[in-house]
């Protein structure tokens, strides 16, 4: 059975993910739109900036973050000054992490969808007296439901399975970093595969589901090829 | 008349648009050119879907773009109506919610329910309201864009080859409503096209546009039969004649109709004594003769003066002439034209096999 240290992993995992993904949505979703309309030749810089988590090996990506939120990083400086000390081996640093990790599984299906609403379609909501911003609420972000599920899915469930990332910048503090990978390999090394079956149990069975309902209910598959 | 001033300038890497109209504030101006002649262009420029760099038009008293002041005012804060060719229908909002995308958003909404009714009724899209845009066909969806553009009670009424999409029989279906709409709107439209027959059925005014200027520009009757633009070469070439209707030879089925001072007659047209009317007479069915036909079959005998011949392809040529004050093509042989011995300033007779009305 699963022991309340392993529900206390979970309990976290689920609200570093929770906050990872809204925090995603709210800085993927303008992203996301810049980069589907800008003619700017910067286009093409960040759109490899932001995918470079699909690629990088996860402990790169948190050696930098750690050296960034570490005492003498631009960022750790700048926390340091604002008295909230260094972010790395906290929840917040852990937050932060994911939503860099897990940003271009975001990015890309909001791209994607607002790729497919064509030009013309905001130009009638022009004529029909909608403003740029009443547009975007009222045409743009219904017509792109889809993609917005599968971006909050995808971001979700990404942020749940990190683990180099999290072991980098995060470490392995019950209650305030230790998340439900890291606890399973807890398991693993001081041979306690009972617990460390439970866990890893639940989250096969948590991904498979959810790939589930996107392919059977919403029937809006992430394209593996999109992503990758 | 009051006119509506507009005038831009913009160039491409390949195209420069450079248009100074003063277009009229009523009826239906088209703007008849090739692909690429700056006609949809000018259109959006009006409508500040794109911005000429040098630019002026102002509407009701409006300006709507001064570039020498700076003054640009976004499309959505324009008092405009504007269809394009595809009817880009919100997709997740019924037919009356597109009806009412507008409506909820323009202010003050002056529109009230019997005046939706009208429009709704107008464009024959009563049953289709609660329906998504996916589940209508090519004809209906356009008829729903015009709907949501008119009822906005624009100051001008902007049509981009809004028939162009479809096929001939969604055509013929749409064009009765378009000019029921335009005897129900006292407002500007401003339509544009690339099809003679949408020019001779809608336009009251006629600008031809070619490589990024205007060409021509005048009455529909005027510009349309006139014999150095590119509708008199077309091979199903026309003219258009604004007639009245004098009296009905019910006998024969036929009614007989005036202009200026010749009588033609048509087939029984159902229509009141005094109805103004719009024929169209294609050159194919116009034949000349020197002398004043006798024994013929053919009803429709004028007398003409020939204002210039112009050979064409395949030993054809276009014979432009004037029938009383109203100008006529014709399109025959060059052989025939040879034998008639056919020169400017001759006078002839013309016989006008057929003609049929447009509205």
Same mark, same amino acid.
């Given at each position: ?32 739109w810049?980069?589907?309309r800008?003619?700017?030749? @910067? ?9 470079l ?12 973050l750690?050296i ?40 890309q299906p909001?791209?994607?969808?607002f ?14 007296? @909608? ?9 743009v ?42 606890q ?39 394209q ?5 | ?10 160039a ?8 100074n ?9 088209? &703007? ?14 009006? *409508?500040?879907l794109?911005k000429?760099?040098l ?15 700076d ?17 880009n $229908? &919100? ?14 958003r ?13 429009? %709704?009724?107008?464009?024959? %899209? ?33 049509m ?21 709409? !335009?005897? !129900? $709107? ?39 039969n ?20 004098? #009296?009905?030879?019910?006998?024969? !089925? ?7 001072k ?8 159902? *229509?009141d ?9 294609? *050159? ?8 004043a036909?006798?024994?013929?079959? %053919? ?5 003409a ?8 392809? #395949? ?42 009305? $447009?509205?």
């Open positions: 059975m699963l022991s309340p240290a392993d529900l206390d992993t979970l309990w976290l995992t689920f609200k570093v993910a929770s906050l990872a993904t809204i925090l995603l949505l709210l800085i993927g979703t303008p992203l996301a810049w980069l589907a800008t003619p700017s030749s @910067a286009k093409g810089f960040i759109n490899a900036l932001v995918s988590p699909l690629v990088l090996p996860p402990t790169v990506l948190g050696f930098y750690l960034l939120m570490g005492p003498n990083g631009a960022l750790g400086k700048i926390t340091t000054t604002l008295g909230l000390g260094t972010l790395s081996f906290t929840f917040a640093g852990l937050v932060i992490a994911s939503v860099l990790y897990s940003l271009p599984f975001v990015v909001l791209q994607t969808a790729n497919g609403i064509a030009q013309q379609t905001l130009e009638a909501a022009a004529t029909l007296r @909608a403003s740029p911003i009443n547009t975007f609420f009222t045409v972000l219904p017509m792109s439901r889809p993609g917005f599920l599968t971006a909050s899915i995808l971001g979700f469930t990404h942020t749940v399975g990190e683990f180099g990332v999290v072991l980098m910048i995060g470490g392995n503090i019950p209650d305030k970093t230790r998340v439900v990978s890291v399973i390999y807890n398991h693993v090394e001081a041979l306690e595969y009972t617990q460390a079956h439970w866990l890893a149990g639940c989250l096969l069975a948590f991904s498979f589901t959810v790939l589930l309902i996107l392919y059977t209910v919403l029937k809006t598959p992430p593996v090829q999109q992503l990758k | 008349m009051p006119t509506l001033p507009a005038r831009f300038q913009l491409y890497d390949d195209f420069n648009l450079d248009v109209l003063q277009l009229p504030s009523t009826g239906v101006t088209v &703007f008849f050119g090739p692909s690429g002649s700056g006609k949809t262009t000018l259109l959006r420029c009006i *409508a500040g794109e000429a760099p630019g002026y038009f102002e509407i009701n008293g409006q300006c709507w773009q001064d570039s020498t002041n003054l640009f005012v976004p499309t959505y804060q324009r008092n405009l109506g504007y269809v394009f060719q595809e009817a $229908l &919100f997709p997740h909002l019924t037919v009356l919610g597109n009806l009412q995308f507008g409506l909820k323009q202010t003050p909404n002056t529109v009230s329910p019997t005046e939706l009714q009208d429009i %709704i009724e107008l464009l024959g %899209i009563g049953h289709l309201l609660t329906r998504k845009p996916e589940r209508l066909s090519g004809g209906e969806k356009q008829r729903v864009a015009i709907a949501r553009a008119v009822l906005l009670k624009p100051d001008i009424l902007l981009d080859e809004p028939l162009a999409a479809l096929d001939q029989l969604r055509k013929q279906e749409i064009l009765p409503f378009l000019i029921h709409l !335009h005897q !129900h $709107l006292s407002i500007p439209i401003l339509y544009v096209t690339h099809s003679p027959q949408e020019v001779a059925q809608l336009a009251d005014t006629l600008v031809v546009m070619e490589t990024g200027k205007v060409i021509a520009l005048g009455g529909l009757t005027e510009t349309f006139r014999i150095d633009l590119s509708f008199a070469q077309d091979k199903a070439a026309s003219s258009v004649w604004q007639v009245t209707l004098i #009296n009905h030879e019910t006998d024969y !089925h036929l009614s007989c109709v005036a202009i200026d010749n009588l033609l007659s048509l087939p029984l047209i159902a *229509a004594i005094g109805t103004k009317l719009r024929i169209q007479i294609y *050159a194919r069915d116009v034949s000349i003769t020197l002398a036909p006798t024994a013929t079959s %053919i009803l429709n005998r004028l007398p003066v020939i204002k210039a011949v112009n050979n064409t392809d #395949n030993g054809q040529c276009t014979v432009s002439l004037t029938v009383g004050k109203q100008a006529l093509l014709a399109h025959i042989t060059q052989k025939s034209a040879q034998q008639l011995g056919l020169t400017a300033d001759l006078a002839v007779y013309v016989q006008i096999k057929g003609s049929s009305l $447009l509205r």
